[in-house]
């Protein structure tokens, strides 16, 4: 994919094209709730783009640890993870959790 | 120093109330008349003819002050009863400073609270037989330097007539005061121009091996600087386990450190628990452990 065309769209955007497709995600809600961080110890600068809750349904997470899913997650997102990408909340459940509750 | 000012100092290492807590080093006082006191006050232990020394420090140094409390030994003393409702007319909800005195009229603590009427309700209903009568003086403008200076007053004018302490505020005595001091955060190096001889992962990888449960946060324990720090903090405190914490942001003793932990760990944010040297997770992941009883299990040896 050409990178300068992918620099027009948000990162949320972005982040969705990486999830998406890589997680087979049946469910993927992505927030940017920078704006509640604006101003706490890290954040230099701009405070935008850079937290954001994600909420993820994916068979690919079957038989994994919480921590083994997200650091899942976390590698499909590196660039951004180095492009300002501050923090992330993660829900990352299996179709048979959601279908329990 | 001499002897009133020692056991002032003493008293100055011992938690005034578990809301309060002043954490003043070192003062110095020179001379005291009725009214008016004066204090050097020195928030941290730093020598003031350092050029790092900010005029803002010299000017806080030395602060001339005159309140309008009156004398531990000429105010009055209300009784407590520990009836319904006692606490809502008799002492009053703002900040200040108060002396608690148990049934045969001996001092037993000095206190500062951001609201008297609640602290004395709480400790009449911890210490009921020790809690019989109480002083307190509300003190205006009630920062944290103000009520520390009332408190000091009238702990010195104690200290002045019976030569000591009240025994609530011995240091290390916790029977009127809920939490004792926090554990300070663990430092990886010894400063930043101190060249290590061993390189900043291997220090890493002994620090969570030799401990228990290590957690990278930003900030101190005492004051996280990010919300999901506080709330890994929050939710190891309230679990009472026993935890070492290192403060990611400490530019000096702690320089390199975010870099070379998000390698080490292969995880890109913080804050990082670490139990028995494995990578458990961050907030999200302790949250849900600690709301699905799985936390409970990960420490029970």
């Not at chain 1, 998406?20 to 049946?26: F, G, M, N």
């Not at chain 2, 009053?92 to 037993?108: E, N």
């Not at chain 2, 101190?194 to 620090?207: F, G, N, R, S």
Request: proline share 5%; aromatic share 6%; with cysteine.
């Amino acid at each position: 994919m050409a990178s300068r065309a992918n620099a027009m769209l948000s990162r949320a955007s972005r982040m969705k094209q990486k999830l998406q497709t890589a997680l087979e995600a049946s469910v993927l809600e992505i927030e940017d709730v920078s704006y509640q961080h604006a101003g706490h110890a890290g954040v230099k600068g701009d405070a935008t783009e850079t937290h954001f809750n994600v909420k993820i349904v994916s068979p690919k997470f079957e038989g994994q640890s919480l921590v083994k899913r997200h650091r899942l997650v976390y590698d499909l997102l590196t660039e951004e993870l180095q492009s300002g990408l501050h923090a992330l909340s993660i829900v990352a459940k299996t179709p048979q959790e959601v279908g329990r509750s | 120093m001499d002897e009133p000012q020692k056991i002032m100092a003493t008293a100055l290492r011992a938690p005034l109330c578990s809301r309060l807590i002043p954490s003043l080093k070192s003062y110095s006082l020179s001379s005291a008349s009725p009214q008016a006191l004066h204090f050097n006050l020195l928030s941290k232990p730093l020598s003031l003819s350092s050029p790092h020394a900010s005029s803002k420090l010299r000017k806080r140094a030395s602060l001339t002050l005159v309140f309008s409390l009156q004398k531990l030994s000429e105010t009055q003393a209300f009784p407590v009863s520990g009836e319904e409702g006692e606490f809502l007319g008799k002492f009053p909800s703002d900040s200040g400073v108060y002396a608690v005195f148990d049934k045969d009229s001996h001092l037993q603590f000095i206190g500062i609270s951001r609201s008297i009427a609640a602290s004395v309700a709480a400790h009449k209903k911890a210490l009921p037989e020790l809690c019989f009568s109480v002083k307190f003086g509300v003190v205006d403008d009630p920062d944290r330097a103000a009520l520390t200076n009332a408190w000091k007053s009238w702990m010195e004018e104690r200290i002045s007539s019976v030569g000591k302490v009240p025994p609530g505020n011995e240091s290390g005595n916790t029977t009127w005061v809920r939490r004792p001091r926090q554990k300070p955060d663990l430092r990886l190096t010894p400063g930043r121009h101190v060249q290590l001889t061993v390189p900043l992962e291997e220090l890493i990888d002994q620090l969570v091996k030799e401990n228990e449960v290590v957690v990278f946060i930003k900030g101190s324990r005492s004051s996280p600087l990010c919300g999901f720090s506080q709330r890994v903090v929050g939710i190891l405190n309230e679990a009472g386990v026993d935890y070492e914490s290192v403060d990611v942001l400490d530019e000096e003793y702690n320089s390199g450190l975010r870099e070379t932990l998000k390698m080490y760990s292969n995880w890109p944010t913080f804050p990082q628990v670490f139990v028995k040297g494995e990578l458990v997770g961050g907030a999200d992941i302790l949250s849900s452990m600690a709301d699905n009883g799985s936390l409970a299990q990960l420490f029970r040896r």
